[in-house]
């Protein structure tokens, strides 16, 4: 039973379409580069958790820059948590809401990108709590960003994509925690696209 219409959204057929829609050859280089910048001042990383890991592309490209890197994925849609498991391995796999999960160890890196965007507004504490109990050091947030919280129609649908200061609302949350780096990569890249995203390298 799910506590938000957007977990419902995600887990259901939206959330299969959106496997085809971001499995592409071009995203996995554009990914590479993504990574590549925003943790530049991360130096060696032993171990990655992605909330919202759909079917790896995130990890995949991770994988290419940390050969050795141990990987943990949290996805609610039950097909790309199956294509995430033939990547990652079943263990390392959470089939289920971000809300649900329980943190059994910390990795050196805890990742969420462009799903922070899509939980409701009222269950972002929650999500913040996850990123950061599971985090050893670092934490990566690279969403859409906004001064002040706005709901944004996405495909046709309301209440699905919410743009706000997500790192600051995490870096106020955790006092403990401090910005190293941060960086925007641009839908209109001639290389490199993606969407508009803002990224925010945090270190406990």
Not at 46 to 65: H, P, T
Not at 80 to 95: D, K, P
């Amino acid at each position: 039973m799910y506590k938000t219409e957007q977990e419902k959204f995600w887990e259901g057929q939206f959330g299969n379409n959106y496997i085809q829609r971001n499995n592409s050859s071009q995203l996995l280089a554009s990914n590479i580069n993504f990574f590549t910048k925003a943790l530049n001042r991360s130096g060696k990383i032993d171990s990655c958790i992605e909330f919202g890991a759909n079917i790896g592309m995130n990890l995949k490209a991770l994988k290419l820059l940390y050969p050795n890197l141990k990987m943990s994925g949290v996805e609610i849609n039950k097909k790309a948590s199956e294509e995430l498991e033939t990547f990652i391995g079943h263990e390392n796999v959470f089939n289920g809401s971000i809300f649900e999960y329980s943190n059994e160890s910390q990795k050196d890196l805890s990742l969420i990108k462009t799903v922070l965007i899509h939980i409701n507004p009222e269950m972002l504490d929650l999500v913040y709590d996850k990123l950061y109990n599971s985090s050893k050091r670092f934490i990566l947030i690279a969403e859409y960003y906004n001064p002040t919280p706005v709901s944004i129609k996405y495909r046709g649908h309301e209440n699905k994509l919410f743009k706000r200061d997500f790192a600051g609302d995490f870096l106020k949350k955790f006092p403990d925690t401090n910005l190293i780096d941060y960086g925007f990569v641009y839908k209109g890249d001639i290389a490199f696209p993606e969407d508009d995203i803002t990224w925010f390298l945090i270190e406990k």
